[in-house]
């Protein structure tokens, strides 16, 4: 079955720090990739998307791609309160036509301590 | 503003009875999507449409319908079939493609009374 895992946490980083997650995916052939955060009993929200290896930067938030290991991550910087949310990687794993159809991992929850 | 509109916010259902769950886009997207979501779970696809008077099951089809008669309205129907309903539902849209994101409305809750 093709997969999308990650840790599932919570993950604690202090204010101020960089909090770190990580997603590993089972189908090679995927081609693009993308983060979610979602608060606490709110919908998800698109904050990054990624399509090439290497790093991709958007305000504090950067998204890295190394598709040879499989495996997409993303770094907050300068890590806020309003941070804490559940974040949720997702990949187009198979094609389906038209449609973008996405595996969601289960999310890493993040907690931004003060 | 555009957007995708889910309602009701709150849904509550009757042992045996059907209820229907609206999802409506003014993004002028092709593709709509429904998910499932249970506490501490990941998103479950139910149905994906890419466009009008079609749509394909995702992984959890079963107990569930849908129908896509205009480009912007994809509502979900919850039958009487589908034995743990309780859930967080959530509709998405997206563009044409396969790299394209999926944007998502605001969700509904629908509980058994």
């Known amino acids: 079955q093709k997969e999308v895992e990650q840790n599932s946490g919570p993950l604690s980083v202090p204010e101020g720090a960089i909090a770190s997650l990580n997603c590993t995916y089972s189908?090679?052939?995927?081609?693009?990739f993308f983060w979610y955060r979602q608060y606490s009993g709110k919908s998800p929200e698109l904050i990054m998307s990624?399509?090439?290896?290497g790093d991709k930067e958007d305000g504090r938030f950067t998204a890295q791609l190394n598709k040879a290991s499989q495996y997409v991550s993303l770094l907050i910087r300068d890590s806020q309160p309003s941070d804490s949310a559940t974040y949720l990687c997702?990949?187009?794993?198979?094609?389906?036509?038209?449609?973008?159809?996405?595996?969601f991992g289960t999310g890493t929850r993040l907690q931004v301590t003060l | 503003d555009g957007g995708i509109t889910q309602s009701p916010k709150y849904l509550f259902r009757k042992e045996g009875q059907n209820v229907t769950l609206s999802c409506e886009q003014n993004?002028?997207?092709?593709?709509m999507y429904w998910y499932r979501q249970d506490p501490g779970q990941g998103l479950r696809l139910i149905y994906y449409?890419?466009?009008?008077?079609?749509?394909q099951k995702g992984d959890i089809a079963e107990g569930y319908s849908v129908s896509r008669e205009k480009k912007e309205s994809f509502p979900l129907t919850v039958t009487s079939a589908q034995k743990n309903p309780t859930a967080f539902y959530l509709c998405?849209?997206?563009?044409?493609?396969?790299?394209?994101?999926?944007?998502f409305g605001d969700g509904t809750r629908l509980s058994i009374l």
């Open positions: 449409s890419q466009i009008v008077n079609d749509f």
């Open positions: 990624i399509y090439s290896n």
């Open positions: 189908d090679r052939g995927s081609q693009s």
């Open positions: 998405a849209s997206s563009r044409e493609g396969d790299y394209q994101p999926q944007h």
């Open positions: 997702a990949v187009n794993i198979e094609t389906a036509g038209t449609a973008s159809k996405l595996t």
């Open positions: 993004l002028n997207h092709d593709a």
